[in-house]
């Protein structure tokens, strides 16, 4: 049996953790889900499911209504497959090969060195044992499990219009127990890119490698208004004052690794005259790392800065160097602004997750989420104006729409009810700044009612990822409830307020 059975077989509810167990065991980075889907069509060929892949790469899976229930609403549960794949450089894990191995601690699951994927598995989980549970109560059950959600939501946009049947989706992709989610931000990508830019060596140089690290990084939605450090942010303020006392001519910029995750390390090499003695830049990054912490003591008091041995042949023209320290300097990243018509909730904001830059060209990559279309193409037309001083290309691409909240859904009202009978508690209700694929479902389906939940993730997006065991079989006892609700005839879909 492999480590990561061992661990997840004494989990509760079994069927769940058993479903999760083969997510880690199968790589899934986005855009490379296929193994992962075929295992899983030919396992629903073997219950005797309905199962196909569409154009788009989506896996969808039929259930037959169970016994006395054919009459009931059609209910779509909806996850997605791949994960975001995060470690530290110095972590030997290839997200191709190589299963995740998580650990239990304290009432968590947590992966300590890379990404977990909870965030969606839990999800996916929870739909493959609905499907394989004989004993739910439920009407004509659909489930449908997108690819590349984490790199562009290319599943979600690929699927057919009318593709489903079922008129009310539950959305199982959220982080926090005990709220309900009806709407979310829609956003957009700006790739800039510039040509190569390359000089030979300058003589009697010497080069050095300067790393950013020991940051947290996160969600670039969920944990954009924590003001955590960005690692490439962070070295650029670094590099232009070393560039204002010494002569530093730059060879490479490369930071962060998810255009959804807070980059939690950057590294750059630089050439110095062989005049200028590495003790001196060694005190001014220890100068420059002691101002960080005290900056960030309450959010990421462990960033760290090293300085290295390097090797090069070929720096980046000085006027290119310029161009490239400037924009990043100047270029946004963070909240933008807080949402006037949902209170504690952000409107619009901006990642400047990836840039990679060498002698042989450089490209960075901006994500903008926004609840207000409006807001995402504002701030995008920003970035292509302050990189357009400098004649660089700039193309934005990936627009996706926002999910409206709509707080008559009759399908709100009836998860608010069950949550009420099975938990003797309140629900809240939410919306999120980050990007769920039910804006898009919804464009492809007018009219289908959804609600979004889950169970508590901590760390989505980053390395020591967690999911709160309990809060996983508590999302399985309202699962099945609320199918149970509407299978019993509780109708979600006409309007009407829930007994």
Same mark, same amino acid.
């Given at each position: 049996m492999l480590p990561t059975d061992s661990v997840l077989c004494r989990l509760e509810p079994a069927l769940v953790w058993a479903h999760f167990a083969t997510l880690c065991r199968i790589p899934r980075?986005?855009?490379?889900?296929?193994?992962?889907?075929?295992?899983?069509?030919?396992?629903?060929?073997?219950?005797?499911?309905?199962?196909?892949?569409?154009?788009?790469?989506?896996?969808?899976?039929?259930?037959?209504?169970?016994?006395?229930?054919?009459?009931?609403?059609?209910?779509v549960l909806q996850a997605h497959l791949d994960m975001v794949c995060q470690k530290n450089s110095g972590t030997a894990h290839d997200f191709t090969r190589d299963p995740i191995r998580?650990?239990?601690?304290?009432?968590?699951?947590?992966?300590?060195?890379?990404?977990?994927?909870?965030?969606?598995?839990?999800g996916v989980a929870l739909a493959l044992a609905a499907l394989e549970d004989e004993s739910l109560a439920h009407g004509p059950l659909e489930v449908l499990l997108t690819v590349d959600e984490e790199a562009g939501m290319g599943g979600a946009r690929g699927l057919t219009e009318g593709a489903l049947q079922g008129r009310l989706l539950l959305?199982?992709?959220?982080?926090?127990?005990?709220?309900?989610?009806?709407?979310?931000?829609?956003?957009?990508?700006?790739?800039?890119?510039?040509?190569?830019?390359?000089?030979?060596?300058?003589?009697?140089?010497?080069?050095?490698?300067?790393?950013?690290?020991? *940051?947290? /990084? !996160?969600?670039?939605?969920?944990?954009?208004? &924590? +003001?955590?450090?960005?690692? =490439?942010? $962070?070295?650029?303020?670094?590099?232009?004052?070393?560039?204002?006392?010494?002569?530093?001519?730059?060879?490479? *910029?490369? /930071? !962060?690794?998810?255009?959804?995750?807070?980059? &939690? +390390?950057?590294?750059?090499? =630089?050439? $110095?005259?062989?005049?200028?003695?590495?003790?001196?830049?060694?005190a001014a990054l220890a100068s420059w790392q002691e101002l960080l912490r005290q900056e960030l003591r309450e959010v990421d008091a462990g960033v760290t800065l090293r300085f290295l041995p390097a090797s090069a042949d070929a720096v980046l023209s000085a006027a290119e160097q310029a161009v490239w320290l400037a924009?990043?300097?100047?270029?946004?990243?963070?909240?933008?602004?807080?949402?006037?018509?949902?209170?504690?909730?952000?409107?619009t904001s901006n990642n400047l997750g990836m840039v990679a830059i060498d002698a042989?060209?450089?490209?960075?990559?901006?994500?903008?989420?926004?609840?207000?279309?409006s807001g995402s193409r504002a701030l995008a037309d920003e970035i292509v104006s302050l990189f357009a001083l400098?004649?660089?290309?700039?193309?934005?691409?990936?627009?996706?729409?926002?999910?409206?909240?709509?707080?008559?859904?009759?399908l709100l009202a009836l998860c608010q009810s069950v949550y009420r009978r099975e938990f003797a508690a309140e629900s809240r209700v939410q919306v999120i700044h980050a990007g769920l694929e039910c804006g898009i479902i919804a464009a492809k389906h007018p009219g289908i009612?959804?609600?979004?939940?889950?169970?508590?993730?901590?760390?989505?997006?980053?390395?020591?990822?967690s999911v709160d065991i309990d809060s996983v079989a508590r999302c399985w006892q309202l699962l099945k409830a609320v199918l149970a609700a509407v299978g019993e005839g509780t109708e979600a879909s006409d309007h009407r307020q829930p007994a």
């Amino acid at each position: 049996m492999l480590p990561t059975d061992s661990v997840l077989c004494r989990l509760e509810p079994a069927l769940v953790w058993a479903h999760f167990a083969t997510l880690c065991r199968i790589p899934r980075p986005s855009k490379g889900e296929s193994p992962l889907r075929e295992h899983l069509r030919q396992w629903a060929a073997s219950k005797g499911l309905q199962a196909s892949v569409d154009a788009a790469g989506n896996l969808l899976i039929s259930k037959p209504a169970s016994r006395g229930h054919e009459d009931a609403p059609g209910v779509v549960l909806q996850a997605h497959l791949d994960m975001v794949c995060q470690k530290n450089s110095g972590t030997a894990h290839d997200f191709t090969r190589d299963p995740i191995r998580p650990e239990l601690r304290d009432g968590w699951l947590i992966a300590n060195d890379t990404t977990l994927g909870a965030d969606n598995g839990i999800g996916v989980a929870l739909a493959l044992a609905a499907l394989e549970d004989e004993s739910l109560a439920h009407g004509p059950l659909e489930v449908l499990l997108t690819v590349d959600e984490e790199a562009g939501m290319g599943g979600a946009r690929g699927l057919t219009e009318g593709a489903l049947q079922g008129r009310l989706l539950l959305n199982l992709d959220t982080e926090e127990w005990g709220e309900f989610y009806l709407g979310c931000a829609g956003g957009l990508d700006v790739n800039v890119s510039r040509p190569r830019s390359a000089e030979a060596l300058p003589e009697a140089h010497v080069c050095w490698q300067i790393e950013v690290a020991g *940051l947290r /990084g !996160g969600h670039s939605g969920v944990d954009i208004h &924590r +003001e955590r450090g960005n690692a =490439i942010k $962070l070295l650029v303020r670094v590099l232009r004052d070393l560039e204002r006392r010494w002569p530093l001519r730059l060879v490479s *910029l490369h /930071g !962060g690794s998810a255009r959804n995750a807070l980059p &939690r +390390e950057a590294q750059a090499s =630089i050439a $110095l005259p062989d005049s200028i003695a590495g003790d001196a830049v060694t005190a001014a990054l220890a100068s420059w790392q002691e101002l960080l912490r005290q900056e960030l003591r309450e959010v990421d008091a462990g960033v760290t800065l090293r300085f290295l041995p390097a090797s090069a042949d070929a720096v980046l023209s000085a006027a290119e160097q310029a161009v490239w320290l400037a924009s990043l300097h100047a270029a946004p990243h963070g909240v933008r602004r807080w949402s006037q018509s949902v209170p504690g909730v952000v409107e619009t904001s901006n990642n400047l997750g990836m840039v990679a830059i060498d002698a042989n060209g450089g490209s960075c990559n901006f994500m903008l989420r926004s609840l207000l279309d409006s807001g995402s193409r504002a701030l995008a037309d920003e970035i292509v104006s302050l990189f357009a001083l400098s004649g660089t290309l700039v193309e934005q691409s990936g627009h996706y729409p926002g999910w409206a909240p709509n707080p008559a859904s009759p399908l709100l009202a009836l998860c608010q009810s069950v949550y009420r009978r099975e938990f003797a508690a309140e629900s809240r209700v939410q919306v999120i700044h980050a990007g769920l694929e039910c804006g898009i479902i919804a464009a492809k389906h007018p009219g289908i009612d959804i609600v979004s939940f889950g169970p508590t993730i901590r760390g989505a997006h980053a390395l020591g990822e967690s999911v709160d065991i309990d809060s996983v079989a508590r999302c399985w006892q309202l699962l099945k409830a609320v199918l149970a609700a509407v299978g019993e005839g509780t109708e979600a879909s006409d309007h009407r307020q829930p007994a």
